[in-house]
């Protein structure tokens, strides 16, 4: 990778326009020129806010905004973003993983997402197995990854798991953002192992440190120092006991002799400070400009042009598998971060139970009471009761589940491991036999307490309007998940709908008594479907009469519930089509947000 005159610029903050600065953007990299190479480890250090991470980044192409200019070059190709995200790695400062698989089937999933298709799956096994091995891994391989600071692998484990998943896709560039940060010198050490490791097979490495080790500073071919406002001031080799930049630096003029045994990367962070630039008078980076070294602009100069007779890298397809080979590893994935998610899965299956048991006893054989329209307005609460709260329970606890899952799919998509729709489905997917056993539970429990009438259709119907009622208010949770920056807000915006969901569901105002222009909302009210399909199948062939306060002659239970909630004993086909229609709707926008909505800043 080849590099020259690179800028990159972000709207100006406001606090800075605040201050007087008039300039409309403000500028992070200043004319930055250097090359990565095969078999070399290079540093990016420099003090914080020398723009490190951002130049990482503008090279990985992981901005997400921003504006940058110059010219990128790979084996002296122009640098294509689609076709470089597959031949390129990607280690993040945070280390985001599924907390819910082990260590081995994260470097599976990877490997499968992201090595070509042509490659045998037994092929893809035996390189997962070699990667394992490279970064130290096989001794803890079937641990779970747990959640950091929490459970599951140490702060060292996951770093090396970081540098494990981008390496099993075989990957000819690596970026590292601080592999070591966080790390005590023991933990550090062996990661810095793991990368060199990887770097003598013949990859080009590049990683951003601060302040490291000696022996950690040593263990780096070049280095690409940067100073605050985005400037190179020293890219080239470290040399022998970090000789060579020690004389670089020890030449100039004023600075000081760096002192015995002390850690030269320090020193160097030390001597060209903004201090020591004001006291000498000098500018680091024009020093370099104007120095024997600045001559490896030359070699950058060779490196933009192809060798002969080869041809720019490029792929037929802009993911390594087909959508439904994305649908099958996501789907894979996804059912084993359920299955082992325990705290997800019994809250919601306990609570059910618990709801079903509390529903029962309260309207207990209240379905075969048929002597008035109150025992009409308690079948009615009944049913509005017993979706409501368990369904607002599945939209609250599914909600912490998508949206840790979601930091993990922005770094999976920025690698281009899978688009956005077949992830999705998978999640969309693997809720269903979830949610069918906790309807399977709840609608015999239910059902036999309230004491409806054992029929095999009236059963299947109520099973039926539970069941998708049940889905509709998970995906309803995933949706609002999928459209808010965190979890904390999509609580926020999917709780604020519960109330209206309640006053428009047929229950505390019958249909008939909304006012007009009100009344469209019952009928985009998903719980007002739930409570129609509940009456219309249970109800639309009774025909017992019921006392009605105020009405001279007692009506037959069905025509009442038709004259005065306004229950179309036909409608049952509309219903049931209604609701499957909102869990399509609402696992649809959750997609297509996922897909256009991006909260991850860089």
Known sequence: MSFESLNYFVDMPQEMREQGVTESRLQLLHEVTGSFRPGVLTALMGVSGAGKTTLLDVLAGRKTGGCSEGDIRISGFPKKQETFARISGYCEQTDIHSPHVTVHESLI??????????????KKMLFVSEVLELVELENIKDAIVGLPGVTGLSTEQRKRLTIAVELVANPSIIFMDEPTSGLDARAAAIVIRAVRNIVDTGRTVVCTIHQPSIDIFESFDELLLMKRGGQV??????????????????????????????????????????????RLGIDFAEHYKSSPLYQNKALVMELCTPPVGATDLCFETQYSQSSWGQFKSCLWKTWLSYWRNPDYNLVR?????????????????????????????????????????????????????????????????????YSSFPYAMAQVLVEIPYVFFQTTYYALIVYAMVSFEWKADKFFWFFFVIFFSFLYFTYYGMMFVSISPN????????????????????????????????????????????????????????????????????????????????????????????????????????????????????
């Open 487 to 602: 979890e904390q807000v999509a609580a926020i915006f999917a709780a604020s709908f519960y109330a209206v969901f309640s006053i428009f569901s047929g229950f505390f105002i019958p249909r008939p008594r909304i006012p007009k222009w009100w009344v469209w909302y019952y009928w985009i009210c998903p719980m007002a479907w739930t409570v129609y399909g509940f009456m219309v199948s249970q109800y639309h062939d009774v025909e017992n009469k019921i006392m009605v306060p105020g009405m001279s002659h007692d009506p037959p239970m069905n025509s009442y519930i038709e004259d005065h909630y306004g229950y179309r004993p036909d409608f049952m086909g509309l219903v049931a089509v209604v609701l499957i229609a909102f869990c399509l709707l609402f696992a649809f926008v959750y997609a297509i947000c996922l897909r256009l909505l991006n909260f991850q800043i860089r």
């Open 349 to 417: 299956i306990i609570f059910t139970l618990a709801a079903a048991l509390i529903v029962g006893t309260i309207f207990w054989k209240i379905g075969g009471k048929r002597e008035s329209n109150i025992n009409v307005n308690a079948i009615i609460g009944a049913m509005y009761s017993s979706v409501l709260y368990v369904g607002m329970n599945n939209a609250q606890t599914v909600q912490p589940v998508v949206a840790t899952e979601r930091t993990v799919f922005y770094r999976e998509r920025a690698a281009r491991m």
């Open 233 to 278: 001031i020293y890219a080239g080799p470290i040399g022998n006991n970090s000789q060579k930049i020690i004389e670089y630096f020890e030449e100039i003029h004023g600075i000081p002799k760096i002192p015995e045994k002390y850690n030269p990367a320090t020193w160097i962070l030390e001597v060209t400070s903004c201090a020591i630039e004001i």
């Open 109 to 122: 999933y990877s490997a499968f997402l992201r090595l070509p298709k042509e490659v045998e799956n037994e």
